[in-house]
């Protein structure tokens, strides 16, 4: 419906933030089929066709930012399905910036650490145990978990002219978690 809104408007977009994902730790032992599945359609299927059904619509010139996660890169335990998830879109940024670069696209992956948001909060369902989950996280050399302000403005610029060179780049939001 808001493809065919956005269609009616004839302005086309010059933006598109594909931020699909979700995620919750179940380990290697108790990974089921459903889980599995349910986890790549959300973060990866999520991501592809919000791209895919924009495509027509975009003006030359577009940006088009997806939302990885450092947890492709880290390997925390128990949380698997969604670093495999995540680690799909980095390749899908990486393969879509050239399959798009003649039509005058750029794709690019914002990659945020740890972000305060409820699908941050929620991946501890105890709230006994919450607060020791994000002060682990927080063990970053800023010692603390970033606003979705701050990770907000990565996109911004991402989505930018002032990222005009740049396309299949990955811009790590994470204060430091995964680059020092």
Known sequence: ????????????LDIVFANAGSGEYVTL??????????????????????????????????????????????????FGAYAAAKAAIRSFGRT??????????RVNTVVPGPILTPGLTELEPDPDHRQT???NLASNP????GSAEELAAAVVFLASDASSFMTGSEVTVDGGMNQV
């Open 1 to 12: 419906r808001l493809m065919d809104v956005i269609r009616a408007s004839g302005a086309g």
């Open 29 to 78: 032992e108790d990974e089921t089929p459903e889980h599995l599945i349910d986890t790549f359609n959300r973060n990866v299927g999520g991501t592809v066709f919000t791209v895919q059904k924009t495509l027509p619509l975009l003006n030359p010139g577009a940006s088009i930012v997806l939302a990885g996660s450092t947890a492709a890169t880290r390997g925390t335990p128990a």
């Open 96 to 105: 879509w910036a050239t399959e798009l670069a003649d039509r005058g696209f």
């Open 133 to 135: 989950m994000l002060d």
């Open 142 to 145: 800023m010692k603390r978990i």
